[in-house]
């Protein structure tokens, strides 16, 4: 497995291959959610690229920026295993040579749900997922339904810019307790981490949006929303510490 840290290196082995080329776009912390992505890119592209960026334009609090969860040792491994041909591994000064200057802003579904309590949190991920795209030029790119809205936003962009990489959506892997994949549950502490599932649990009950977030409530979530559109049921809650909270998404299909 090859690793690239520089633009040029990226773009000059995607180059060299010949055959479909698959994309899985990480921040590291890897778990089995990133994994399936991986296999699904490994059966359907003769090559698969992977990239390790934690990138501080998708994060509007800096406790949560400096609090991610870094792995990359064990991610390398893991990586090489799946049989990944490369990973990419930028910087800011390689991904940002304009300083964030120009972004790719989505004016209309960026602003609701995550959007509405993360000011600037898709333009970050659409500008660094643009960049990656265009240095990569995979024809497939991997992304997991657990960020639903992410994952709609970026097909949306890929088809507004006539993008040539067609946009994967691969269904949530959750730990047997129905609690959603994510990076961010290696930070909570083991009393959160029980009270976790109830999240998911409480996202699929048959009350209405409302009668939901109070139930999160009194479990003790702090929500920052639930709300339900076309037939599924969105939601986001904090848990621990209020300056460094561990924030929580997940999504589910109803009715
Ligand atoms: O889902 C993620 O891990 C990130 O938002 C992504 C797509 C890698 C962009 O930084």
Same mark, same amino acid.
């Given at each position: 497995m090859k690793t690239h840290r520089a633009a040029v290196e990226v773009r000059d082995f995607r180059h060299? %291959? @010949?055959g479909t080329v698959g994309f899985v776009p990480t921040m590291g912390a890897l778990h089995d959610g990133h994994l399936f992505l991986v296999e699904e890119s490994r059966r359907a592209c003769e090559h698969t690229l992977v990239s390790i960026y934690v990138n501080p334009t998708q994060f509007n609090n800096p406790n949560d920026l400096t609090n991610y969860p870094d792995t990359l040792d064990n @991610? %390398?491994?893991v990586l #090489?295993?799946?049989? /990944? $041909? $490369? /990973?990419f591994l930028p910087t800011y000064e390689v991904l940002y040579p304009? =300083?964030? $200057?120009? &972004?790719?802003? &989505? #004016? /209309?579904?960026?602003?609701?749900?995550c959007g509405a309590h993360r000011a600037g949190h898709f333009t970050g991920v659409l500008t660094v997922v643009m960049k990656l795209l265009n240095l990569i030029r995979p024809d497939q790119a991997y992304f997991g339904e657990k960020d639903y809205q992410q994952l709609k936003l970026v097909r949306g962009m890929a088809e507004a810019f006539f %993008?040539? !990489?067609?946009?994967?959506?691969?269904? !949530? *892997?959750?730990?047997p307790d129905g609690l $959603? *994949?994510?990076s961010r549950n290696l930070n909570l502490s083991r009393g959160d981490r029980q009270l976790a599932p109830v999240f998911n649990e409480l996202l699929q009950c048959e009350d209405d949006d409302e009668e939901v977030v109070a139930r999160l409530a009194e479990s003790g979530f702090t929500v920052d929303y639930v709300r339900t559109i076309e037939g599924r049921r969105f939601g986001a809650v %904090? *848990?621990?510490?209020? =300056?460094?909270?561990v924030r929580l998404i997940d999504n589910v299909s109803i009715g």
């Open positions: 060299t %291959l @010949d @991610d %390398l491994e #090489k295993n799946a049989g /990944v $041909a $490369a /990973v304009d =300083d964030f $200057a120009y &972004e790719v802003d &989505e #004016k /209309v579904f960026s602003r609701e749900l %993008l040539q !990489t067609e946009i994967v959506g691969c269904p !949530t *892997m959750r730990e $959603a *994949m994510s %904090l *848990m621990g510490n209020e =300056d460094s909270p």
